[in-house]
């Protein structure tokens, strides 16, 4: 739905250096899912947020990455020091009350670590 | 752990006519979600049909339907009257009802093709 809006659509990192990926959820919508697509593969989970507040992020590896959704702004997926492994498309999803069953996609952030 | 399988990697159909994408499922709940999404190559992930667990009757969204077989942890989609737009990867997905955390658990997809 185009209402979430992830950017950069497409991301080049070398491996080293950090990849910080974005998204604005839907207006009204205050929690927001991250999940990560390997090629030919469904989405993964990675992890759930509600305004200031990590709700699950059973989804994310332990080291490297990070997630937050501050009170005013959008929703941030850092990864650090990237490596070939972490290329793959990242995809943020919201919802105004929690429940899946009622979100929303965005378009995606593709990273490519060279 | 809940898993979702796709048996079908890829599938091709003619314009116009019908076809059936496979999902299997496994879970000990009893009260769950079951969704299809359509990923073009846009890769926009979009919502074809959503089929709550406790409700008996197959959903149904225009020329997508569902057969829901809860005994057999089946869900297959239906597409009928199949359009070149149809053509994307199609992925089954399961979700717990309520209890923490919601997260969609993806099988590996379908690729659909449809030919003129």
């Known amino acids: 739905n185009a209402g979430v809006m992830q950017n950069p659509r497409h991301l080049v990192r070398r491996r080293g250096q950090e990849a910080r990926l974005r998204c604005s959820p839907m207006?009204?919508?205050?929690?927001v899912y991250w999940y990560r697509q390997l090629p030919e593969e469904g989405l993964k989970f990675m992890v759930y947020?509600?305004?200031?507040?990590?709700?699950?992020e059973s989804g994310m590896p332990k080291e490297r990455f990070s997630a937050e959704f501050p009170k005013e702004g959008p929703s941030i997926l850092r990864i650090q020091q990237v490596v070939r492994g972490d290329s793959a498309a990242y995809f943020c999803a919201s919802s105004p009350s929690g429940g899946l069953n009622e979100a929303f996609f965005g378009q995606g952030t593709r990273l490519t670590v060279v | 752990a809940q898993t979702v399988t796709q048996s079908q990697p890829e599938m091709s159909v003619q314009e116009a006519e019908t076809v059936t994408l496979s999902c299997t499922y496994d879970?000990?709940?009893?009260?769950?979600?079951l969704f299809w999404y359509k990923q073009p190559p846009s890769r926009q992930m979009i919502l074809v049909i959503r089929?709550?667990?406790?409700?008996?009757q197959n959903a149904t969204e225009n020329r997508f339907s569902v057969n829901f077989q809860k005994a057999a942890k089946s869900f297959s989609l239906k597409i009928s009257d199949s359009q070149l737009g149809d053509t994307a990867m199609y992925f089954c997905?399961?979700?717990?009802?309520?209890?923490?955390?919601?997260?969609?658990?993806f099988g590996k997809g379908t690729k659909l093709t449809v030919n003129p």
């Open positions: 089929q709550e667990a406790y409700k008996q």
């Open positions: 997905a399961f979700m717990k009802h309520k209890g923490g955390s919601e997260k969609l658990v």
């Open positions: 207006k009204g919508h205050s929690h």
């Open positions: 879970t000990s709940e009893s009260n769950y979600y």
């Open positions: 947020l509600q305004k200031e507040n990590i709700i699950d």
